[in-house]
């Protein structure tokens, strides 16, 4: 993960100066203007941080008759080092669960945190590592057998981005919590409102899975009992969102803090299926196609201007549903870090 983060500044340190060039500048500086009783800004120039980072995600298929099926891989450990200069924060890891697989799994993610907006960018694709995680075909079908098994036939991709505006952003700080630029001395919180846009491709070997379920649960139950509306061939479909939420930072000691953070989307899935037009038309829409997406956030954060350590998670879920089949994508991370400033300002 490589999250920039915009530094705060008081109003004092702004010069006065006239014209257009003044308006602008105030424009721009007020991103990151704040109420100095509630959020302290950061006083030095440089950071230094290790981050253990874990990344997680399954995907869910259910069929029109309540047939279940998920996949998961294995978590993703990584740990590497990170350096900032203000409000620019680069790092690298390695991931040490996944050395001598040769995986072909991808995932980076850039956030930008400021006092009054935050852009999440994201890319992820699918490794070789999955397994049936879960399996549910009806009463009286035992599937245990077959949950924890590898599974290597499926394939997805997800990339797209979220932008959030922070309406009480004089007061409360999302740096705070996640970029630790800031520190917030007394509790607040902010409703958030957004739009998002994100692309998803999901296709699965149905032979494959056939053969497995035959190899473990009998050919009786692969050749009779598995929903034929399940075996689509691939789904690719673009999600246009608009959300709400709400998120506050609780310092309940001093040079600690709490954050939690909700926001919920709806959300507009348009699928290759409905893009036999070149340009999108009315006919083209319909109700069903909107559905509910959310992100959720939450860090512990020690932070005494100098030094600070923490930990923080942000998951994502999005969901699809047609009169066949219906798909949930739930993917996050979990971050443990510990770093120092340097060179004041």
């Keep these: ?59 869910s298929l259910s ?49 930008f945190y400021s006092n009054q907006i935050g852009v999440d ?76 846009y994100t692309t998803h491709s999901l296709q699965v070997d149905w032979k494959k899975l056939n053969e497995v379920v035959k190899e473990k649960l009998g050919t009786d139950i692969a050749e009779t009992q598995l929903d034929s509306s399940l075996f689509f061939g691939r789904i690719h479909y673009s999600d246009y969102s608009v959300s709400a939420g709400y998120a506050y930072n609780w310092v309940f000691a001093h040079n600690w803090l709490i954050d939690l953070s909700l926001s919920m989307a709806i959300a507009y899935k348009r699928t290759t299926g409905d893009m036999d037009h070149s340009h999108f038309t009315l006919r083209d829409f319909t109700l069903q196609n909107f559905n509910l997406d959310g992100v959720s956030r939450f860090g512990l954060v020690w932070n005494n201007s100098k030094w600070y350590a923490g930990a923080n998670a942000i998951f994502h879920s999005y969901n699809y549903r047609k009169s066949q089949f219906s798909t949930n994508t739930y993917f996050g991370s979990i971050n443990i870090y510990v770093g120092f400033n340097f060179g004041k300002r």
């Design 1 to 59: 993960m490589l999250p920039l983060s915009a530094s705060a500044i008081d109003n004092d340190s702004v010069p006065k100066k006239g014209g257009l060039f003044h308006a602008i500048y105030e424009f721009v500086r007020d991103f990151s203007r704040v109420d100095s009783n509630y959020i302290e800004p950061c006083k030095y120039n440089y950071t230094v941080m290790l981050q253990n980072t874990n990344t997680f995600e399954a995907y």
């Design 121 to 196: 960018i994201f890319y992820r694709k699918t490794g070789t590592d999955y397994k049936i995680r879960y399996m549910d075909l009806g009463p009286n079908i035992a599937t245990s057998p077959i949950e924890g098994t590898n599974f290597d036939g499926i394939r997805s991709d997800i990339k797209g981005f979220n932008l959030y505006y922070i309406f009480n952003h004089h007061k409360f700080s999302y740096p705070a919590a996640y970029s630790q630029s800031t520190v917030q001395r007394k509790s607040a919180g902010s409703f958030l409102a957004g739009i998002g």
């Design 63 to 111: 069929s029109k008759n309540k047939q279940k099926i998920s996949f998961a891989p294995k978590p993703s450990i990584k740990m590497g080092p990170y350096i900032g200069w203000r409000w620019i924060f680069l790092g690298y890891t390695i991931d040490f669960s996944h050395l001598d697989e040769g995986s072909r799994k991808q995932d980076w993610v850039l956030s």
